[in-house]
């Protein structure tokens, strides 16, 4: 399944959730938040959207680094910079890189969100509970700006004044 297809699917999907007038949609997205920029603000603004409360689960070092690098930031100061956000109501510090379904019940969760920019296999690699459930939704993944961006920055500008 191609890149394209596996996105249409998963953000025209709907999950077949019979919930109270009461119920109030809990959104889920994992995220390593370092050097917390605005990539970070347009992915929360668009995943709270989808419902009614915006938890973040705020991956590990460990985690992170099983898969990119290490961060710069600890988990502890990327935790604190993500609750002072907005958009985001509700941060779970180093929950699991692969979710559960028990996982998404024991937190209430309706919808789980990641950005466009990850491939089908790395969707079905770490997302394949919430695919499976119907729950996953992708959003936009903001161009021109990442923390691999800012660090490589960070290096030119050093190499730059070491001249």
Known sequence: MGRFTLAFLLVFSTSSFAFSDEHKTRVYADISGDLFHRGH????????????SLVIGVLSDETIASYKRVPVLTLQDRVAVIEACKYVDEVIADPPLRVTKEWLEEHKIDIVVQGDDFSDDMILDQYKVPYEMGILRLVHYTEGISTT???ARIKSRIAEDSL
Do not use: P, Y
């Open 149 to 151: 961006d800012i660090i």
């Open 41 to 52: 603000v347009e992915f929360f603004k668009q995943a709270r959207t989808l419902g009614d």
